[in-house]
């Protein structure tokens, strides 16, 4: 089956820097996506990683271990606006299909 | 360059009703797919189109159908409404099926069945 794991909540505070680990293991691999959503939005598509390592955008980035079944996003200086819930997806060997995780909740506090 | 767009964005429907719902993908994508989601299930992959034929579908009974025109509109029907439909139901659009490509998502219609 498939599965993909993150941490439910995490909190941290203005200016800090913050990571946030998935864990997945899926049948095939065809990317690893990251996607932001405010409370009653549309997930907002934040990154993508296919081969291993570090991909950098501005204040946030996403490394992925293909080996390890591993990736994490990374926010820093981070602000109020935040505060959201961070989606981790695998593409698996079927591509026209994303596995989602449940979701961690990012509050950001002042 | 427009996004996903999807219609309507609120619907609210009695138990038994059936529903349709739009999604119209970004110029050029031609696969699109659709997701439920709600607080206790997170997102639920239902189905994918691409070249308006269905090419994957999620475990869900069969009230939930969908269809993709010519130009890779694609509509979502529920049939039967319960209770339990009631929820957040996405659509992502994405470039090509072949490498998969970045999918991005629609605003969502956000379902409610009383």
């Known amino acids: ?110 | 360059k427009a996004g996903v767009t999807q219609t309507p964005r609120y619907l609210i429907k009695t138990r038994g009703q059936q529903v349709t719902l739009s999604c119209s993908p970004i110029s050029g994508h031609r696969s699109v797919s659709w997701y439920q989601q709600t607080p206790g299930q997170g997102l639920q992959f239902l189905f994918e189109y691409f070249s308006e034929t269905q090419r994957n579908k999620g475990n869900f009974p069969g009230r939930f159908s969908g269809r993709q025109f010519s130009n890779s509109r694609s509509e979502m029907n529920v049939s039967t409404l319960e209770l339990g439909d009631s929820a957040l139901y996405l659509c992502a659009s994405s470039l090509s099926s072949e490498d998969g490509g970045i999918a991005f998502f629609g605003q969502g219609t956000r379902l409610t069945v009383v």
């Open chain 1, 1 to 110: 089956g498939q599965n993909i794991d993150q941490p439910t909540e995490m909190t941290a505070t203005e200016g800090a820097i913050v990571q946030i680990n998935c864990t997945y293991q899926t049948s095939g691999f065809n990317g690893l996506f990251w996607y932001q959503q405010h409370a009653g939005e549309a997930p907002t598509f934040l990154s993508y990683n296919v081969l291993d390592g570090l991909e950098e955008k501005g204040r946030f980035s996403s490394f992925l271990s293909r080996s390890k079944g591993y990736s994490y996003l990374l926010l820093k200086e981070l602000q109020m606006k935040d505060s959201a819930s961070y989606l981790c997806a695998v593409r698996g060997s079927t591509l026209g299909r994303l596995y989602f995780g449940r979701g961690t909740q990012l509050t950001v506090w002042p």
